[in-house]
């Protein structure tokens, strides 16, 4: 079977806002108050940096979005940096955060001190100032502090963790997935280590969609049908493997009353290589060297089953 196939050992991917254990890319752009970062993380947001040569350390900016007031949500760990931080908020929008020269909490920065930055609902920004050339500073969020990245920015950010566009509204949707497990048991009927588990900020409903039918060419497929619930704020979407390794592929997520078609293109030649239909069943296209269409196969239920071939012959003179 002619998968992209995406890799899986223990990971999480959360959608809709958030998104765990990220590594901020080596700041460059978040150098002023104009390209502040936006923290939208539940989990630990890292950053690393290098000055060379080591001479005027320039601050580096950091804005967050709270929609929940909480106290001592965010840890800021230096990890091998000193300095001084200052820490201003909360302000009505994202636009008013370089608009005031009163920071609500300052402090100095030890690789031995943690800092805890208090926080009531509304923006935030957070300058950090080095004094070494090189170092790392952490920042832990403990529990759902609503964080939120949804808000269209007013200034820009360089938020290349936000996902803002994925934003399912109450009601069905169909979810379906094809996973595979890397060295399977022979004979092995169905995989019990892959799952694909849903749940909601703001609400207890949550879906642990399992693979199910027949193992086509190695993989299985997962499809089922979840509700999204008024109540949520927020939804995380987490491949999971037990046990071993997994592979994920042709992850879908629709409403239950539309229609998905996908299709599957050559990097190079650009030929159509597949299709995938409404169930999330492939139509595969081989081509000879030429270029020539030969064969078109078909996944179903029972199996890969080729439904058109085509030969050329060329009569020898």
Do not use: H
């Amino acid at each position: 079977m002619m998968r992209l196939i995406l890799l899986f050992t223990f990971s999480i991917i959360t959608l809709f806002n958030v998104m765990a254990q990220t590594t901020i890319p080596t700041a460059t752009d978040n150098r002023s108050c104009q390209n502040a970062y936006l923290i939208c993380d539940l989990g630990k947001v890292s950053q690393k940096f290098n000055e060379s040569p080591c001479a005027n350390i320039s601050p580096f900016y950091y804005t967050f979005n709270y929609t929940l007031a909480g106290t001592n949500s965010i840890a800021l760990n230096p990890s091998t940096l000193n300095g001084t931080y200052s820490y201003y908020g909360p302000f009505n929008s994202l636009a008013d955060v370089c608009t005031s020269s009163t920071p609500s909490q300052t402090g100095s920065l030890t690789n031995t001190a943690t800092i805890y930055l208090s926080n009531q609902a509304g923006f935030y920004l957070l300058m950090i100032q080095p004094t070494d050339c090189s170092g790392a500073v952490d920042f832990t969020i403990t529990g759902d502090t609503g964080l939120d990245c949804t808000t269209t920015p007013e200034i820009n950010t360089d938020c290349q963790t936000c996902i803002t566009s994925f934003s399912p509204t109450p009601g069905k949707y169909m979810v379906s997935a094809w996973v595979k497990v890397k060295a399977a048991p022979f004979g092995t009927l169905t995989y019990t280590e892959p799952s694909l588990n849903i749940s909601f900020l703001g609400s207890v409903s949550t879906f642990n969609l399992a693979p199910s039918g027949q193992i086509i060419d190695d993989w299985q497929r997962i499809e089922s049908i979840i509700t999204v619930p008024a109540s949520a704020t927020g939804i995380n979407i987490e491949l999971s493997v037990s046990s071993g390794v997994a592979f994920f592929d042709d992850i879908r997520f629709y409403p239950f009353d539309g229609s998905m078609m996908s299709y599957v293109y050559d990097p190079i030649s650009l030929r159509l290589m597949a299709e995938l239909d409404e169930r999330n069943y492939a139509t595969l296209y081989e081509y000879d060297e030429e270029g020539k269409l030969v064969r078109v196969k078909k996944e179903t239920a029972r199996g890969v089953m080729t439904i058109q071939e085509n030969r050329d012959n060329i009569k020898k003179r």
